[in-house]
């Protein structure tokens, strides 16, 4: 088994930035994909970013491309996802996740969830 605790949410101004981390345990995430998500009021869960277990296959939705970085160390079993440039849009619970092999973007697809973890971004 594998747990998932997010960590690093909270309220924002528009424009300024925050760093989410997401800490693994229960074992290595050897050969995982990893994953954030998020899920705004009425919308559904969509992936906004992923990284490969090297991190050299790393996966940005359109609308947060250059503004989000994702990042993972695999000593410390643990995601992290800078985000900059915050909008208003960009409010929801963030999620992480895992999954073992490739790259997906289905919520389906990922096994392991962490209980997520608000970002509000006031205007």
């Known amino acids: 088994q594998v747990q998932l605790v997010e960590s690093g949410g909270g309220p924002v101004q528009t424009g300024g930035s925050l760093r989410l981390s997401c800490q693994a345990s229960?074992?290595?995430?050897?050969?995982?994909?990893m994953g954030w998500f998020r899920q705004a009021p009425g919308k559904e869960r969509e992936q906004i970013a992923a990284i490969s277990w090297t991190g050299d296959g790393t996966f940005y939705e359109d609308s947060v491309k250059g503004r989000f970085t994702i990042g993972r160390d695999n000593t410390k079993n643990t995601m992290y996802l800078q985000m900059n440039s915050l909008k208003p849009e960009d409010t929801a619970v963030y999620y992480c996740?895992?999954?073992?092999?490739?790259?997906?973007?289905?919520?389906?697809?990922?096994?392991?969830w962490g209980p997520g973890t608000q970002v509000t971004v006031s205007s």
């Open positions: 229960g074992r290595t995430l050897w050969n995982y994909y």
């Open positions: 996740a895992a999954r073992i092999g490739s790259h997906s973007r289905a919520v389906r697809d990922y096994d392991y």
